[in-house]
Every structure is written in structure tokens, then in C-alpha cells.
């Protein structure tokens, strides 16, 4: 005589796929949740970077190494907005440090460019990596910031970044 329950086997049955289905909505957000800013594509129409996103994932970083944190800059980011501006216009490559620049204040500025990031977390991971950038983002001498990404959907890299500080 067989162990097995035709009706407990429906059960078993209707029991993992209803957790199958539970799990499943589970892993897909909602199409009207919003996408941390981290993570919106800056080379699609419609979009753009938040700075303040940008200035908390840097000091987050500043924060971990002991160092204070950074403000924004209403003369930092228009540098900074200048400089990507500039770059995207031109369609080039951008890698590397522009000179110092004058900035309010009696301060310089010190803008890194770069290019073919889509995503803020995208830039944040490849500045960490390039010890030009990352000593940018935690110089200790710093205390404000600018920040830009300039979309450029015909340009070949897309999305143009400045970073600019004042130390």
C-alpha cells in the first residue's frame, strides 16, 4: 500500500507554489517606487544627478577614514558644471585633473574630470579606484564640494563628470 495522498500531494503542491509566488513579489519593487538615486542611469532623458545623494555617499566615505565632512558649494558646482559642460561639448575623453581654478572666496578649485560613468555609484566605485580621485574625495584640507554630470546622449561617453573641492 502506497504512503502517498493524492490530496497531500495537491497540498504540498499549491503550498510551494504559493511560496514561490510570495518570493517572486518580493524581489521586484513596485513600478511606482523610485529608484535610490544612486542608481538612476544619468544618460536617459528626464534624468539628473542629486548632489545631495552625491555630497552623503562622499562624506559617508570621509566619515569611515576620520575625516569631516564636506558641504556643497553654490561656486563649486558651477565650476564643476562648467568643466563637464565644457568637456561634453567637446566629446572627449576627460581623464585627469584640470587646473586649479579661482574660485569665491579667495579659494582654488580642484577639479577631476572624468567620463562614461552612467550611475553616481558607478563614478563613486571608479574614483575610489583611481588615487588622483580618491584623494580628491579625502583631502583632509577640504571643506566644500562640487559635484556636476552633464548628459551628452550623441557624445561617445555619454555622461561628463566634475568633481571639484576647494582642497
Not at 31 to 55: C, F, H, K, N, W
Request: proline letters at 8%; hydrophobic letters at 40%; a positive charge.
Amino acid at each position: 500500500m502506497s504512503r502517498f495522498s493524492p490530496v497531500r500531494g495537491v497540498g504540498l503542491t499549491l503550498c510551494a507554489l504559493l511560496a514561490s509566488l510570495m518570493l517572486s513579489s518580493c524581489s521586484t519593487p513596485p513600478a511606482d517606487r523610485p529608484i535610490d538615486s544612486m542608481y538612476v542611469r544619468l544618460e536617459q532623458s528626464g534624468t539628473s544627478l542629486d548632489p545631495l545623494s552625491a555630497l552623503g555617499l562622499i562624506n559617508a566615505y570621509r566619515s569611515k577614514k576620520g575625516l569631516p565632512p564636506l558641504q556643497l558649494d553654490p561656486e563649486l558646482m558651477k565650476a564643476a558644471e562648467g568643466s563637464a559642460g565644457k568637456a561634453a561639448a567637446e566629446d572627449r575623453s576627460t581623464f585627469g585633473e584640470m587646473p586649479q581654478l579661482p574660485a569665491s572666496g579667495g579659494r582654488s578649485a580642484h577639479i577631476k574630470l572624468s567620463a562614461g560613468y552612467l550611475t553616481l555609484a558607478e563614478a563613486f566605485s571608479g574614483w575610489r579606484d583611481v588615487p588622483l580621485y580618491d584623494r580628491a574625495m579625502l583631502s583632509p584640507q577640504a571643506r566644500f564640494l562640487g559635484i556636476a554630470a552633464i548628459r551628452a546622449p550623441h557624445a561617445k561617453y555619454r555622461v561628463y563628470w566634475a568633481l571639484a573641492t576647494d582642497g
